[in-house]
């Protein structure tokens, strides 16, 4: 509890969030001011139409005269506070001014009010103070000092009351009672509201900071990515072009041949995977759309699977299905090229060697449905949630020792969402897996 009376914002943000509340109390100084003017205004005009009525109300003049002090004053501070917004921030002397003068004409005139109300005895009626209180304590931020200063102008007030109120010894004792009451009362809400305020700001401040932080790391993980990814490169076309000649050569030993198309094969997977890399670094920004096309799907699935086909073994076999009509969508050719591609090689290398994997191509309202199914090792049920992260922990090797990064799969989602469409799987564990994808129909 006393900590909490002590208790600072943090020195590193202090700064920061004096300027901020100091705005802010001059927001509530003008919100403030136009509702006391408000008010006021329909108090002065209810005295104009029914005057006989209400000038014989006990002090009459006393509550005239606090209804003018409440005009002119909320006037003048919604002038000020108008102006004051409109100055720049390092004129914090002026703002603070402002909000401790307003605090100060608030307190004044709900005593004032109470203090009439109540016939001189101003414990007797208090809900006009309270309400003053519980506004300044809500509405505006203010130092320990600053609220100390406002507790003690209320038992101050309350002493100058029974000075000049004809009230007797016990009556004024209530009164200095109840005025240390309402003073606590001001000093611990104004704490709590301060330091609530305060700790909500230092914690915003923190997740900006962290925010920051994550992104200044992930751009330079981006570049360091970007860097390695380009000067691999060379050395590896390098490479695959000198085990491509080598391989030409007709007096290559058996032994020798092998292990040139294992460099061979090993670079062309390094080239892939840096490709993947360059590709999840270039397409940071996967709501960006694609430069697109129209094509008709029937025949560019067509054409993959008759590729695919024609590079594996007779054995293993891709089926293709689809309607007799064409479907016809907008569709950037070479980024989608690389989600079938992906697709029917991940089949490929999940399913026993006999097994066949399945292209299909249909409609459903205004989408092309896309299915690739295979029958092979399928997915735990626990790598489902992960299967389309970056650097995916789902990846897995594929049957015939095939590596993974676990970037494939990432690619062909923002790929597909780049073209306002998604991707669905559903697979059971050693029955084999359908990834469907659904893109826009041409229009």
């Known amino acids: 509890m006393f900590n909490l009376f002590r208790y600072k ?44 009525n209400l000038n ?31 100055t720049r921030q390092k004129k914090k002397l002026l703002k ?49 000092w600053e609220v100390i200063g406002f507790s003690f102008y209320i038992i101050l007030l309350f002493i100058i009351s029974i000075s000049i109120s004809s009230l007797n010894i016990q009556e004024k004792i ?5 005025s240390i009451v309402l003073a606590f009362v001001l000093f611990g809400f104004s704490r709590y509201s301060y330091y609530f305020k305060s700790q909500h700001f230092f914690q915003v401040k923190q997740l900006e900071e962290k925010n920051r932080e994550v992104e200044q790391l992930n751009r330079q993980k981006g570049e360091i990515l970007a860097f390695v990814a380009h000067d691999l490169r060379n050395p590896l076309n390098n490479i695959e072009a000198l085990s491509t000649m080598m391989l030409m050569e007709e007096e290559v030993q058996k032994n020798v041949q092998e292990e040139v198309e294992m460099v061979l094969d090993s670079a062309k997977q390094a080239k892939t995977i840096i490709y993947d890399l360059l590709e999840v670094i270039q397409e940071s920004n996967a709501n960006t759309l694609l430069p697109r096309e129209e094509i008709n799907l029937s025949s560019f699935l067509d054409q993959i699977v008759k590729t695919w086909q024609m590079n594996l073994s007779s054995e293993r076999k891709i089926n293709f299905q689809t309607g007799k009509e064409p479907v016809y969508a907008m569709v950037n050719p070479s980024k989608f090229l690389r989600v079938i591609d992906n697709l029917i090689g991940n089949a490929l290398k999940f399913s026993p060697y006999h097994a066949p994997v399945y292209v299909s191509l249909e409609t459903e309202d205004t989408q092309a449905l896309i299915t690739v199914t295979d029958f092979g090792i399928g997915i735990p049920p626990e790598l489902l949630d992960k299967l389309f992260d970056q650097f995916s922990k789902a990846g897995r090797s594929g049957l015939q020792g095939e590596k993974s990064i676990g970037l494939g799969l990432h690619i062909c989602r923002q790929i597909i969402e780049q073209h306002q469409g998604e991707i669905l799987v559903n697979s059971t564990e050693n029955k084999g897996s359908s990834f469907i994808v659904r893109i826009p129909l041409l229009a």
């Not at 705005?23 to 029914?50: C, E, G, P």
């Not at 209530?174 to 109840?178: S, T």
Request: positive net charge; without cysteine.
């Open 96 to 144: 603070k001014t402002l909000t401790l003068l307003f605090v100060f004409f608030l307190i004044s005139i709900t005593f004032s009010t109470s203090y009439i109300v109540s016939l001189h005895n101003t414990k007797n009626t208090l809900m006009m103070l309270l309400v003053g209180i519980v506004t300044v304590s809500i509405f505006f931020l203010l130092e320990r």
């Open 9 to 52: 914002t943090p020195g590193k943000y202090a700064d920061e969030f004096r300027v901020s509340y100091n705005s802010i109390n001059v927001k509530q100084v003008k919100t403030l001011s136009w509702l006391i003017l408000i008010i006021a205004s329909i108090v002065r005009l209810a005295n104009i139409l029914f005057y006989e």
């Open 174 to 178: 209530f009164n200095i009672i109840v």
């Open 56 to 86: 014989v109300i006990p002090r009459y003049q006393e509550y005239n005269l606090i209804n003018y002090i409440q005009i002119i004053g909320s006037a003048l501070f919604i002038m000020v506070s108008a102006r004051a917004l409109k």
